[in-house]
C-alpha cells in the first residue's frame, strides 16, 4: 500500500515538472533552460516540506587551481507552490546551476568578507535578471503567470524596472540594458541586501572560513574580484550585460558595495550544527521566493 502510494505521488510530480517544461519550450530562452537541466541531467524535486522553499546544489568532487568539478547537481522546490511560481523559481536555480557548472559559481580564489558578500550579491541578481528576462519573453507569448507570480511574490520593483525599460525602447530587450536594469533593481530592494548579508553570512561565510585550509591545499591564493571575474559571470549569459558601455562598475560603485563591510545588525537566522554541514556541498544561500 505505501510503495504503491509513492509510486503515485512520485508520477505525479513527474507530470507537474513535464508539464512545466513543456510552458518554458514556448520561448526560445525557456527551451535553454529545459536544453540545460537535460543535458546535465539536473534532478528537480518537489517535497512537501523543504528546509528551503528553492533551492539548488551539486556536490563538489574536487577542486584544483582554483577549478571546482561537479556531480549530481539538484534543484528543490517546495510542492505546495503554485505551477507559474515552480516555474520562476526553476528559472532561477537553474541560473545558479549554471553558475556553478560553467565555473564561476565559487569563487576562484580565497576572498576577503567583503568581496565574498559582493560574490554571492552578483550571483543571486544575476539568477533573478535571468527569471526577469525569460518570465518577461513567456508574457510577451502569451503565459503571463511566472511574471505575475515574481512580481506577487517579492520581485516587483525588478519585474518594474525591466517592465518600464524595454516597454520604452524595445531594443532593450536584446541588447542586453533590459537584464542589466533587472540586476541593477536587485540592489534597491527594500530589505532585499539586508536578507543577503544575513544569509552570507550564515551560510556562505563559514563554509569559506572552513574551507580554507583546504582550498590552499589546493593551489587557491588568497585575491581580490577583478575584471576577469566580471567576464566570467557575463560569459554564461546568452546575452552579455554586465559590461555594457555607460552603466556602472559591478566592482567598485555603492550600489553594489552598499553597507559590505558590515555585519548584519540584529538576529540571523540559527546556524547549521556543524556535524550535519556537508562540506562538499555547493549551494547558494537559500531563499524563499520574495527574497
Not at 511574490?153 to 530587450?173: Q, R
Amino acid at each position: 500500500m505505501v510503495t504503491g502510494l509513492k509510486e503515485e505521488f512520485n508520477n505525479s510530480a513527474t507530470d507537474r515538472i513535464e508539464g512545466l517544461m513543456t510552458r518554458l519550450r514556448k520561448v526560445p530562452e525557456g527551451q535553454a533552460v529545459v536544453t540545460f537541466l537535460e543535458f546535465n541531467k539536473v534532478e528537480i524535486q518537489l517535497l512537501d516540506n523543504p528546509i528551503h522553499t528553492a533551492s539548488s546544489g551539486a556536490m563538489i568532487s574536487n577542486c584544483k587551481d582554483g577549478k571546482y568539478y561537479y556531480h549530481s547537481p539538484k534543484i528543490y522546490l517546495k510542492a505546495s507552490l503554485t505551477d507559474d511560481n515552480l516555474i520562476q523559481a526553476m528559472i532561477h536555480e537553474t541560473e545558479h546551476l549554471n553558475q556553478h557548472l560553467s565555473g564561476v559559481g565559487n569563487p576562484d580564489r580565497i576572498l576577503s568578507q567583503e568581496d565574498c558578500i559582493l560574490f554571492y550579491r552578483a550571483a543571486e541578481a544575476d539568477a533573478q535578471a535571468t527569471c526577469t528576462d525569460i518570465c518577461w519573453r513567456m508574457k510577451q507569448a502569451g503565459d503571463a503567470g511566472p511574471w505575475n507570480e515574481a512580481s506577487n511574490v517579492g520581485y516587483k520593483e525588478i519585474c518594474d524596472a525591466y517592465e518600464k525599460l524595454v516597454t520604452a525602447d524595445p531594443a532593450a530587450l536584446e541588447d542586453g540594458r533590459g537584464r542589466r536594469a533587472a540586476f541593477d533593481a536587485w540592489f534597491e530592494r527594500k530589505g532585499g541586501l539586508e536578507y543577503y548579508n544575513h544569509a552570507i553570512i550564515n551560510d556562505m561565510i563559514p563554509f569559506l572560513e572552513r574551507g580554507r585550509e583546504i582550498f590552499s591545499q589546493h593551489n587557491m591564493k588568497p585575491g581580490l574580484l577583478d575584471d576577469s571575474w566580471v567576464d566570467k559571470l557575463d560569459s554564461i549569459s546568452n546575452q552579455p550585460y554586465l559590461k555594457l558601455e555607460g552603466q556602472l562598475s559591478l566592482l567598485h560603485a555603492d550600489k553594489y558595495r552598499a553597507n559590505i563591510e558590515k555585519l548584519p545588525t540584529g538576529p540571523t537566522r540559527p546556524s547549521t550544527p556543524k556535524d550535519e554541514i556537508q562540506p562538499a556541498v555547493s549551494m547558494n544561500p537559500p531563499h524563499a521566493p520574495g527574497f
